[in-house]
């Protein structure tokens, strides 16, 4: 003994030579453990600061993009006389005061993450006069003033100076500036009168004093109103087309005299500043929202009280609950690579403590304690472990910004005790005194007691599964119903005692292909079959692949259906490969405009309809608010007792009536199902010809177009018209936040799982290869040639490989299609239902490629080590199978 | 046949190179008739196992050659020499080298599936072999089913299974107690006689050695005597 032994508390006394060449011996294995630890130290400390990133970004871009203004709405001071009502030149300030009031009204942790608010006064709805088509027209102030160029005319002047006094109902007459398309639509100049009514058919005085351009069309005052700078078709009324006229401080107080008492309305809008919201606040600010809209007055309430309204709390619940999806399907897959993370590491500490027993039992017999042999191993796997989690914790640190212990701490645990427990049992097995009994019962005690501790712990797994699976089913994996982790754990779990039963339905098989081989005339299939058979009882190697693999083919499976859902919702938010919506001022040209898309090259099918959002259709009892499609349907075009037949989406009943403004009702009668026509639930859709002999002349406002060239040729005729294409509403959606931060989780998660699988193969045939040569090395004393001892070995490895190709990918996606309903997966598709499970075929082919292929490659790897080796020295070494 | 079935010439074994080399066989040379059965004598260390080797092909000598039945053994390719082993020279090992999911029966026919021996004479002489040591009552039993002596006595009949010429016996009783090794050599003496095999077995027994028909000494790597 060279080295000088040192006591650690005088418990155990620690060799470090031992220790020194231990771990010189077996320093590639104490490698490949680093490098385990390194890995998954890193995937469990950078994914949970990368999901809080995600979620974050999730929240400013949903908020984002939603435009949930919180609204404060208030009416106007009553501006009555003794017998009238009075101008009130000072009316700007007034709103200008709304608006500050509003801002204090405010909660301080809301307002830090809302901008700077803006005020508009609004007057009522008029209908534009001009015998055209329905259209509207409002009369509109901003506060902030917004910046524009005068193309003609100049900015609304007052009617009168100062204040002036009016009799009740007298018309008042109004200055407004319009915008170039406005203007255009409207078909005025500055000093025109616009032809206007109210809803009493009260004429109203408004004239044009100037034409305008903005300075900045994206200045967020031209948000709230956009109707301001062009004409906006579609929504409320059927057919209707919304315009607006801006309103200068000094016209604002004939506005408010044009209209009655009560028409003119105040809205203080607040956009939410997305940069200042987080994962953390978003609940908080929504429930915020839910506070202040609960507290707010009603329309009912007197002058100058605050009627606050905002969906923002509704799209920060909606986020939050897309975050809490994510994070369970994120949660699902960290815990599977961990899982199978640890097993590989108890599979590692397996083969290293099987390369040194006879060194550990050399030790133990020489006079050391177990405690000192524990001692030992764990100061090396202490080091191993320690640094090999120092450097994973380190990359997560550099790629996530912040580490996550808590997932760590499992992985590095494993690590370091794993392979000291084992090599501490292994060397008391080896020295302890008790000897295998001669009695027949006794020895059959022992070996049932085994099986039963086998039994048991086979049991736990299962009973683990099944308790972690109901939890998901039953409790989902939101957080607030408790710790969501045992429930997301259920797939990993699922996979895990799935695998525990292939592994014990594998010595059967290999039994049955051995009993078959016995028949047949291929030697080499019986003693390749009898090493499998023989080989079939070791448990964590196969134990190991499955897990890996079945984990590794369900994030395939969550990836190839989330993937096939995103391309399913934004086919059906498009409804072809582009879509044209035609702008209310150009929905004339619209069948020019579809023959001209029509002629482009790589067009094949160009569809016109007019598309009304929200449409009032009266159903048996109730009006609803279906999307009305009327095209060319000529399945439809036959009417029915004078109804239009329909093909209805939604529960909208069998007789149906489509409402209109001042015009008798058009019956429709539901003649079969709708397909889905974008993201609403419910549809209607009647055939053109058959609507207009119904009295409903339609005007096309969508055109659809499919084909190689649709994209291009909606592109290029997206003048007057907003064009969709699906590619870019699917790339935009992938590559939304979650959705991007989800997909790349899953492929990472099967990359490192699959890795994780073949170590398993290849540690697993590592540990067995001395006892598989020895046997091809007999067998060749026997006469096998060399290069059938290859077939041999490939025989004893194929069986695991084989059920882990077929077994695993089945395990993978049954509990994908036990688990997705709880995980949401519509969330991040954006879809109404959860998508179907998609099998995914080509890379679970490609698996089940790579293991066979791995088979070969370690044959081929293990024939080549020991090619130089004479099989004298080979049957010298160990006394093996007999 | 005219000359010896096992001739040996000057083979020279050496492990390892430089002063560290290790001279395992040295100018060994010697004849072994049909039909005879030889104990190769010597202490652990001494060059049996080494020169058994050489003999049947598991190993290559620096120098020198060995005959088998007129067949040159050092000149064979591996393909010459699994053909060799499958007709000509079988093995019996310390260690018994059965496979454990076979039964004895099974085990026993290993070389004639190899020699791809139609299924019902590979039976037949399975039986006989099973009978010929003792265990036509164990032939459905499992290695770990059966006794030392009688796991030795089915590594021999599988030896005898292809009717080799020579029979290469690697301190066969080595690990079974002296009553059973004593009987697992009778064994060996009696399916010499029996099946007219030559048989070359390494002992250190001075027991096994009475029954033989002639003792070779090695001694650090050459012969004695």
Known sequence: MTGRPFAVRRFFVVHRPSVRGRARADRGALLLTGAVVAVLTLLAGAVQPLIRDTAEAAVQDAVRHSEADVRAHASLARDDTEDGRARHPGLAEDVDEIRRRADLGLDDELRDVLREPIATATGPTLNVTDGSLLRTFRLTYLTGSPRVTWVAGGAPGPTVAGVAAIPYGAQWPVQTALSEPVATALNVRPGDKIRLQDENRNPKDVTVSGVFRPVDAADPAWRLMPELLRPVGGQGTFGSTRMAGLLSPDSLPDARLAFGQDEMGVTVSFAPEPSKLTWESARTIADIVVKLKATSGSSSQYEGVLKWETWLDIELRAVAARIDAAVAQASVLLIGVLLVGVLVLLLAADVLVRRRTPALVIARRRGAGLADLFAELVLESLAVGVLAAAVGLGAAFAVAGGISWEWALPVVLAAVFAGPAFGTLAAARATRNRRVPANRSARKRIRDTGRLRRFVLEAAVVLGAVGALVALRQRGVAPGDGDPTFAASGPAWGVLAGAVVLVRLLPIGTGLALRWALRSRRPLAVFGAARAADTAGRVLPVLVMVTAVGVASFAFTLDVTARQGLAEGARRTVGADARLDVSPVAEASTPELARAIAAEPGVRQVITAQITDSARVGTPGAVAAPRLVITDRPDLRELRDGAVPALVRGDLGGRLEVIREGLPPVPLVNVGTAPAIGDVEEVVIVDTQAAAAAGLVAVPNTIWVNGPGAAKAARAHATGAAAQVYATVLDERRAAPLTAGLLRLAWTAAGVLLAFGLLGLSLGAASGAPARWQTVSRLRTLGLRPRDGRWVAVGELLPPALLTAIGAPLLGVLFARLAFGPLALRQITWQAADPPPVLPWWPLLGVALVLVAAVAVVVRVEATARRGRRLGEVLRVGSLDG | ?225
């Open chain 2, 1 to 225: 046949m005219t000359g010896p079935l096992l001739k040996v010439a000057g083979v020279h074994r050496r492990f390892g190179s430089g002063p560290a080399a290790v001279h395992a066989l040295r100018d060994v040379s010697f004849e072994v008739a049909a039909g005879t059965m030889v104990a190769l004598v010597g202490r652990s260390g001494s060059g049996k196992t080494t020169l058994l080797n050489v003999i049947g092909g598991l190993d290559r000598p620096d120098e020198g050659t060995v005959h088998v039945e007129g067949t040159e053994v050092t000149a064979l390719d591996e393909d010459g020499l699994s053909r060799l082993r499958r007709e000509k020279v079988s093995y019996v090992f310390q260690t018994f080298g059965l496979i454990p999911v076979l039964s004895a029966a099974e085990n026993v026919g290993a070389p004639l599936r190899l020699a791809r021996t139609p299924a019902a004479e590979r039976e037949r002489r399975v039986a006989m072999l099973l009978d010929l040591v003792g265990l036509a009552d164990h032939a459905q039993q499992r290695p770990d089913e059966l006794s030392g002596g009688q796991q030795q006595r089915v590594a021999i009949a599988r030896a005898l299974a292809a009717s080799p010429r020579l029979l290469v016996a690697d301190e066969p009783t080595g690990q079974l107690d002296a009553e059973t090794g004593l009987s697992v050599m009778a064994l060996l003496r009696g399916v010499v006689e029996s099946e007219g095999v030559t048989a070359l077995v390494s002992t250190h027994d001075a027991v096994m050695m009475a029954l033989a028909d002639r003792v070779i000494h090695i001694s650090d790597g050459r012969l004695e005597g």
